[in-house]
């Protein structure tokens, strides 16, 4: 079947937390934006049209867009921004994968706003849910708001290369809930149950820069998916989610009839602390059927400390794969090893940083293996692949090491080389159906922190995890090849390591970078080219003869 929407982005006038109104950037004036809902195997057609003052794309986060890349959505990567007035469809379809996923804006801070859901529903007829059927399902997506215009922040952040300050407050399905000074009562989003119903809850975190801490008070999860990927069941009271992934949790309504917080708290990964984090909470509402007397105040669960780093690697590692026939198992042999650094470090400002202030010296940057990513300027880098034309565009020569090796993890030994980076548009080219193992290892350059790295394109699974410096030889003893969590985004341990596996067998040019978008722009990215094949089907197809120019 086909699924198709339109997807109008435009103003919407708003007033959260008594602050008079202010005009958002929304799809179809809600937010979050519509949920697009298919089954496995259908077509998604969705028309943006853009009448918003900002130039715009949309991304579908974890959509393979197997031939498809014209689709996916990344600014100056896949496409040029869609301009004021303009319009484009998107065509992709969703076979292969199911479960929870989502799309936002992909250009300057706009996906603050400009989000929603992308549920994909076991096809008609091909069977159901490998776990008990819920009674319900419910979305809920997790957002940072801020009094102040988004687009704005993002140009000062870029233009004085220093990063944008922390959110007023976290929202859930866009509101903010009763604990924020000031939240009026329909800003607290609420959802209704009956005594002993489960509840499948749909969870998105669409926050911008704050991975988050969620519970619901009385109530134990058992998580069944992450990233549209299904998961052996896990029984938690917590459930950890950086920017970009998702979960998928069953809920038991099974405490005493009344009205209970569902909370979401940040996870300050940052060591020292990141003053990019609100420590303020989230609040939601579940209220069971006849709870009647709305003057009883809800309890809020107690949250973990906003560095509880235990408690969200014990979430964050112990997830494994569901088994199941027909799904992609592991790949056992590699054939391009990478060993990449993920972090933060300082740049010289940028000719087109107008606001930098170059006499108080180098800026905030961030880089993977020093190379601190630009997007180019004038054309797409998909269409310059598409066209053999990178020069001018992209250089094939991003490192699959570290220019140095050094201790990457300690405070102490912070290296000066390696914190000063170099502003480039590097791809790492990859033969059509290469398997890729990347080690990604997080520095202590600056700060430590957990970045939450996506990759576009592909799933990918997750052998591996650990804390400190990379040892391969204790780490291959560790790897999971039986049933390791799929993902398309993994929280790498704060001053640790993931090692990930995926097959190239999607051409195209597929962006893999930090969810956090304080460090996106700063440069914490890089671009997969999987080179075209010789056959029609293994290689790029010409674009939609809508695709905006630059
Ligand atoms: Cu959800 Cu490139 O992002």
């Not at 086909?2 to 435009?10: A, C, D, L, M, Y």
């Not at 896949?78 to 301009?83: A, E, G, H, L, S």
């Not at 052996?232 to 950890?240: A, E, I, L, R, S």
């Not at 059509?432 to 990918?460: C, D, R, W």
Request: hydrophobic share 40%; charged share 15%; net charge negative.
């Amino acid at each position: 079947a086909v699924v198709e929407h339109t997807f109008n982005v435009g103003n919407l006038s708003i007033s959260q937390l008594c602050q008079p109104d202010m005009i958002i950037t929304a799809v179809n004036g809600q937010l979050p934006g519509p949920t697009i809902q298919a089954s496995e195997g259908d077509t998604v057609v969705v028309h943006l049209v853009n009448e918003s003052p900002y130039r715009m794309t949309i991304h579908w986060h974890g959509i393979f867009q197997r031939g498809t890349p014209w689709a996916d959505g990344p600014t100056m990567v896949t496409q040029c921004p869609v301009r004021q007035g303009g319009n484009y469809t998107y065509r992709f379809n969703v076979t292969g994968q199911e479960g929870t996923l989502w799309w936002h804006a992909h250009i300057s801070f706009l996906r603050a706003t400009v989000y929603g859901a992308l549920v994909i529903l076991p096809r008609a007829g091909a069977g159901a849910y490998p776990f008990p059927k819920p009674d319900k399902e419910e979305i809920l997506m997790f957002g940072e708001w801020w009094n102040a215009n988004v687009y704005d922040l993002h140009e000062t952040a870029f233009l004085t290369g220093q990063p944008a300050g922390p959110a007023n407050a976290y929202t859930i399905n866009g509101k903010p809930g009763d604990l924020y000074n000031c939240s009026a009562p329909n800003q607290t989003h609420k959802i209704e149950v009956r005594q002993n119903e489960t509840t499948l809850l749909r969870i998105i975190n669409a926050a911008l820069n704050t991975p988050l801490f969620f519970k619901v008070k009385d109530h134990t999860f058992t998580v069944v998916a992450a990233d549209a990927c299904y998961t052996t069941p896990y029984k938690t009271d917590v459930v950890v989610i950086a920017p970009g992934q998702t979960v998928d949790a069953l809920v038991v309504a099974d405490a005493a009839v009344g009205r209970y917080y569902m909370a979401v708290s940040p996870y300050d990964s940052a060591i020292p602390g990141n003053p990019a984090f609100s420590m303020t909470t989230g609040t939601a509402v579940l209220e069971y059927v006849g709870a009647g007397n709305a003057t009883v105040p809800p309890v809020l669960p107690p949250q973990p400390d906003y560095n509880d780093t235990a408690t969200a690697y014990k979430f964050l590692s112990n997830l494994t794969a569901l088994v199941l026939p027909g799904r992609p198992t592991v790949p056992l042999d590699v054939d391009t090893r990478m060993f990449v650094t993920v972090g933060l470090g300082v740049s010289d400002c940028q000719p087109e940083q107008t606001m930098c202030n170059r006499s108080e010296g180098p800026v905030f940057s961030s880089s993977m293996n020093n190379a601190s990513f630009v997007l180019p300027r004038a054309t797409s880098m998909l269409e310059a692949h598409y066209g053999g034309a990178s020069a001018g565009v992209y250089t094939r020569d991003f490192p699959d090491r570290p220019p140095i090796v050094f201790d990457y993890t300690s405070a102490a030994s912070d290296n000066d080389t390696m914190q000063y980076t170099e502003k480039s548009t590097k791809v790492k080219t990859l033969k059509y159906n290469a398997t890729v193992e990347m080690v990604l290892q997080n520095t202590a350059l600056i700060a430590k922190e957990s970045h939450p790295m996506h990759l576009h394109g592909f799933n990918f699974f997750v052998l591996a995890q650990g804390f400190g410096n990379y040892n391969e030889t204790a780490a291959v003893s560790q790897f999971n090849l039986v049933n390791p969590q799929e993902r398309n985004t993994v929280a790498v341990p704060t001053g640790g390591w993931a090692v990930i596996r995926f097959v190239a067998d999607n051409p195209g040019m597929w962006y893999m970078h930090c969810h956090f978008d304080a460090h996106l722009d700063l440069g914490l990215g890089m671009v997969f080219e999987v080179q075209n094949g010789t056959t029609a089907d293994t290689s790029v197809p010409p674009p939609p003869r809508d695709l905006p120019l630059c």
